[in-house]
């Protein structure tokens, strides 16, 4: 890890603040390329436009309106409940900072389509926490297998054994190892390529 950090350089990351547009996001993004991600999220704008993507905005909308931005049937749906538990406080996205991750992920997982890695993300990414472990995550399972020499994924517990050395800073460490997979050379075995 030493010399990855050091191959890659000062850890940089920069926090999505707007907690609802966030997770709005984080749910037109699963399971398609981040191209199509931010085509729909565009498509979606120019919908609400002049208007902002607030709950308020989203619940008066129909499945059939999201659908015609681009979305799947299925996404309308959990984008329709993300909008209306939001809009009756079930979901309380303005209590969410002073919730431990725990807490936090109980409270996303409420909401259709928002599962615990989704909920990870968020604390990582929205609320900057920084000892978070997705350990599902399959590009930090992949960095984890490349940087450390072995022979397949690890599993949760592996995951877990190598991570417990990057705490009280996992989300750290799991940046690092998003990088790793962006790099033209490997790093593992503490050598390069």
Known sequence: MRQLIEQVGPFRMSLHRDRFRTLVGSIIAQQISGSAARSIGRRLEQLVHPRKIRPEVLSALTAEQLRGAGLSPQKSKYLLD??????????????????????????????????????????????????VFPHEDLGIRSAIRNLYGLEDLPDKETSHR????????????????????????AVGNGKTD
């Open 82 to 131: 993300l909008a209306g538990k939001v809009q009756n406080k079930q979901v309380r996205l303005q209590r969410l900072a002073r919730m431990s991750d725990e807490e936090v992920i109980e409270e996303l997982i409420q909401v259709n389509g928002i599962g615990v890695w989704t909920a990870q993300m968020f604390l990582m990414f929205s609320l900057g926490r920084l000892d």
């Open 162 to 185: 190598v991570a417990s050395r990057w705490r009280p800073y996992a989300t750290m460490a799991c940046w690092y190892c998003w990088r790793s997979l962006e790099r033209p050379k």
